[in-house]
Each structure stands twice: as C-alpha cells, then as structure tokens.
C-alpha cells in the first residue's frame, strides 16, 4: 500500500514565456513581473508543501535580435540567481510570420520561437522524479504538450511504489481565454491577488 507522506516535498519548474503570456491574459500585464520564488513560496504555503527548489526555463533573444529584451532577462535571470533560483535558458529563433488582416491583406512579421524549453523541463521533471527529489511537481505551465510528463509521473509511482503528484499552477481570471491547466495533473488557478502578492518590484526594462 502506497503511503501519502505527511511532509510533501515540492519543486518548481518555471516556464517563464508560458507564465507571462497566462499572466497577460489573465491580468493584462505587458511584461514579465513576476517573482518565481515568491510565488512558488505562496502556492506551496497554501497547499501545505515543503518547496525544495525552483527552477526556471525560458528562451532569450540575441542581442543583435533585440538588445532590450536581451539585457531585461540577463538581469532577471541574475536575480533569481541569487535567490538560489536554477535558471536553465535558450536562444529564441526568430522567423518570418504572415497573418492574413480581416480586410484580406496579409502582415508579415518577425516572431520569436523557443525551442526545446518544454523538452527540457520534461527532461529534468522525469529525471528528478527517479532521484526521488521530490514528492510533488509544480509545472508553471499550461502547456498541453507535458501531459505527457504527467502520466510518465504515474507509472515511476507505481514503479518505486511510491506516492507522487504533479500540479499544474497558471493565472486565471473570467478574462482569461485559456483557463484549463495540464491534462493529467492537477490544476492550481493562481488568482490577481496572489499574483500580485508575488510580483518582482525590479523592472528590468529600465535598469541601465
């Protein structure tokens, strides 16, 4: 019989364009503002969970691509590291996008794409898993495509016989369009306020 310990263990993994994009559906905000330890902190007080690490994923422009945005997360990411915040990072590729307008003319743009974030975060929640580091996965995330890593999740419980958990955790509001977590985890609707409790007061964008 498999034993539900008393002290859960949690880890965070943090991806960070899928957590601003949620956040500015939700709430409107135009940039990334939050604070990931701070937040991970909060859904961890509130479920009764002992978080071990935080970790974070996200792509990053070059800076001949876009200097701004460039230099906003070399310095946010500095700071999560010294919050002790793993922070795991790849080059966005930037291709050519065409939209066709309702007027029937078409609008080509440069869009930014990341590449290997979500299998990265794949990688080390199943790898971790198997160390046995933690006893609940907090993915950040609404993306659909870690279903997979949830029901990966429960066969290495029955195999270590063993409880385990993965919670998928993302901004919610009725203004939200996309107000369903992970398929095959359970969903944490993070609200404004606590959001907003969580919120990183540097704003990168203007640090010289």
């Known amino acids: ?13 943090v991806d960070g364009q899928n957590l601003y994009h949620a956040a500015k559906d939700a709430f409107g905000y135009t940039y990334p503002n939050y604070d990931v330890k701070a937040l991970a902190e909060a859904i961890c007080l509130k479920q009764g969970w002992q978080l071990q690490e935080v970790r974070f994923y996200t792509g990053i422009p070059a800076v001949e691509d876009n200097a701004a945005w460039n230099h906003f997360w070399a ?4 700071t999560m590291g010294r919050q002790r915040v793993v922070v795991f990072s790849r080059p ?4 050519h996008k065409r939209v066709q307008m309702p007027d029937g003319t078409q609008y080509t743009f440069l869009a930014g794409e990341e590449k290997g974030i979500d299998v990265r975060i794949a990688i080390d929640v199943i790898r971790m898993a198997h160390h046995g580091d933690y006893d609940v996965a907090i993915l950040f995330s609404q ?3 870690l279903s997979e890593v949830a029901k990966e999740l429960r066969v290495i419980a029955r195999e270590q016989d063993r409880w385990l958990k993965v919670a998928s955790a993302f901004p919610s509001s009725i203004m939200a369009l996309n107000r369903r977590g992970i398929e ?4 944490i609707r993070i609200d404004k306020a606590t959001y907003d409790s ?7 964008r203007f640090s010289p």
Not at 92 to 95: H, I, N, P, V
Request: net charge neutral.
């Open 198 to 204: 969580c919120l990183d007061t540097r704003d990168y």
């Open 143 to 145: 993306d659909q495509d």
């Open 75 to 78: 310095a946010k990411m500095a």
């Open 1 to 13: 019989m498999v034993v539900e310990p008393v002290c859960k263990r949690a880890v965070s993994f």
């Open 92 to 95: 966005l590729r930037y291709r």
């Open 184 to 187: 095959s985890s359970d969903w």
